[in-house]
């Protein structure tokens, strides 16, 4: 499986958004993640390491997760084509608003 594949499933998301704050164990993986079983997070967390996404080394009787941010490069480079896309795009909203704004007008007490 490839990272984008890898990336495609919501839950390998949500653990490597709690990866990317710092090591973790499964078990902790879990805890953070109620919707998701043990079996069900490690079956995951197989996948993210068998895409790059993720190490594991062992800790006594735990084995401890972490993010391999390098392997993310693949996805930031196919999204800079886009970027660049949507910077164009953006700044030329916030041109466009900056000319059309008007500040609202305030009524007089009394009137409604």
Known sequence: MDVFEAVAEPSRRA??????QGERSAGELVA????????????HLRVLRE???VEVRPDAQRRIYALR???LAEIDAWLGRYRR??????????????RTHQPPRSTPEGDS
């Open 69 to 71: 941010a390098d392997a």
């Open 32 to 43: 953070t993640l109620p919707g998701l079983s043990q079996p069900a997070v490690s079956r």
């Open 85 to 98: 896309y949507w910077s164009g795009h953006l700044d030329a909203l916030e041109a466009h608003l900056a």
């Open 15 to 20: 653990l490597l958004d709690e990866l990317a």
């Open 51 to 53: 895409a790059g996404l």
